[in-house]
């Protein structure tokens, strides 16, 4: 709407000033080498603006003559570059589905097309990977590297090779000057502190960790930050205890239900005399995270403690977690020390019906040490044997009894969890503890009787044996029949077809089936 509001006013100028030009005659005269030019204003004015057209136009294609060879130069050079572009975008496809030919065809055509553009550099170095070529894909990651503009790009390429020639050394050097580079990538960072917990160089760890803080959430980095500090207090626990103190309590302000920092921490302070601070840290991971080495430095708290004191100890932690399969377990551990057999038996009452390896063997103790009956004692480790398995330090598939702050499979920082070794794939309960039966109904606990003096133990190992016998579930008919494959039988034999069982109810009993074969 401006644009046609300016064309009518500059229009209704023009006109009023040739208007005002034809009310005003005149006449101009021109003198020049004995002529005389004569005209009017009019004819003068519209001479001189074609004179100036004419110049223009005289001017205009001068110029495109002066300047054809650098437009054709731009157009081809403009040609080449889209031409480059396609060859390009080819390229990138076929890496994508995995055309390794048409991948390095492409990369030809982009380096010869486009030979300084930064995706014909990846192309390239794509291409060679795809084509098993590592030299090549190097070297390009070499030349990417040398450029301002892709230089993280060619340091992460030369990363990913030292890591597939398991060149450990030359992989750190890349991801440390890549990790120099601000804003440093996440990947030179993570990089760099996996190296250096891999190396056990905790206090390099902490100083990559605060390196790429900013780029962490403040959850994931107060939890790793305090990892690696327990791992450095843990690895000073004998040469630095000042020191190791010192971490230890850093770490637990960061993560209060990290067990290893909060045990740490706590024996620490008990050495200082500092009881009350320290029970309150093991109080509070207690009701954070049940664990035995919480209960081991609780108990411990004051040298020279007896057996008795310790028990009330631990009664006391127990009492803030009094559900927990843990707390059942340093209560019998710490009534056994304590010679308080019925206490210990308490304490394991709701477990024995389906022990776990920890309560079977506590079992199997308290029978050896309080009746000396080891008989008994051999049925609860044999029970300990098939139990479900108790929780231990685990990542990536690795067990140990201590926690470490590093996977050693993978490398993962924070990867060592308190929990039931294969849990992940369904383990739930112990295979051959609980009785499985038709329609289902709860198992009973098998009772042992005890061994008169003088007898032999089979006698009770008979006897549970033959409740597991009557317990034993009867075998289920199969739903669809198997039918066996013939293995050649020969040319004389025939083969009868497989019969296919009436459907019929299952039997009551022993005796009905047997009956059943005579009808």
């Not at 023009?14 to 005209?39: K, N, Q, S």
């Not at 440390?176 to 760099?192: F, L, R």
């Not at 500090?229 to 770490?251: F, P, Q, V």
């Amino acid at each position: 709407m401006i644009r046609v509001v300016l064309f009518l006013v500059a229009a209704g100028l023009i006109a009023l000033g040739v208007a005002w030009f034809a009310d005003r005659p005149g006449e101009v005269a021109i003198t020049w080498i004995g002529y005389r030019i004569e005209t009017s204003i009019m004819v003068a004015a519209i001479a001189v603006m074609l004179a100036v057209i004419f110049v223009t136009v005289l001017w205009s294609i001068f110029r495109a003559i002066a300047r054809s060879p650098d437009q054709v130069s731009l157009f081809l050079r403009h040609r080449r570059a889209i031409k480059g572009y396609l060859a390009i975008t080819r390229g990138l496809i076929a890496v994508g589905a995995g055309d390794a030919r048409a991948a390095q065809k492409s990369a030809a055509d982009a380096v010869r097309l486009s030979p300084g553009d930064p995706l014909a550099l990846l192309l390239s170095a794509q291409s060679a990977q795809m084509a098993g070529d590592r030299v090549a894909a190097e070297r390009t990651f070499r030349a990417m590297a040398g450029r301002s503009d892709t230089k993280l790009l060619g340091l992460r390429g030369l990363y990913m090779e030292a890591q597939r020639r398991d060149d450990a050394n030359a992989a750190r050097l890349f991801a440390e000057e890549a990790a120099k580079i601000a804003p440093a990538p996440a990947w030179a960072g993570q990089a760099v502190l996996d190296d250096r917990c891999a190396a056990a160089d905790w206090a390099g760890a902490l100083a990559a960790l605060d390196a790429m803080r900013s780029a962490l959430d403040k959850s994931v980095y107060r939890r790793q930050r305090a990892v690696l500090l327990t791992a450095g207090a843990l690895a000073l626990e004998d040469s630095d205890r000042d020191r190791s103190r010192a971490l230890a309590l850093e770490a637990v302000k960061l993560a209060p239900d990290l067990v290893p920092a909060a045990a740490l921490a706590g024996r620490r302070l008990a050495e200082s005399g500092e009881l009350r601070k320290a029970g309150k840290i093991l109080e509070a991971v207690w009701k954070a995270s049940p664990h035995p080495d919480i209960v081991e430095t609780y108990a411990n708290l004051r040298f020279g403690d007896s057996a008795r004191d310790r028990q009330a100890r631990v009664k006391k932690l127990a009492d803030k977690m009094p559900h927990h399969i843990e707390s059942a377990l340093a209560l019998a551990r710490a009534a056994l020390d304590a010679r308080n057999f019925a206490a210990a038996r308490a304490a394991l009452a709701s477990y024995v019906s389906s022990p776990s390896r920890r309560v079977a063997t506590l079992m199997a103790e308290i029978e050896e040490i309080e009746h000396g009956d080891e008989g008994r004692a051999r049925e609860w480790l044999a029970r300990a044997m098939r139990a479900a398995p108790d929780p231990a330090w685990t990542a990536d598939g690795v067990v140990t009894e201590r926690w470490l702050a590093v996977s050693p499979v993978t490398g993962r920082l924070d990867a060592f969890q308190w929990k039931v070794p294969l849990a992940e794939i369904g383990f739930a309960r112990p295979a051959l503890e609980a009785a499985a039966s038709s329609p289902p109904r709860p198992a009973a606990p098998i009772e042992i009787p005890a061994v008169p003096a003088g007898e032999s133990a089979r006698a009770p190992r008979r006897g549970k044996i033959a409740a597991k016998a009557a317990q034993k579930p009867k075998p289920a008919e199969a739903v669809i029949p198997l039918v066996h494959a013939p293995d050649d039988p020969g040319p004389d034999s025939v083969l009868e077809p497989d019969p296919i069982p009436e459907p019929s109810a299952p039997p009551a009993d022993t005796w009905q089936r047997i009956r059943q074969l005579f009808r």
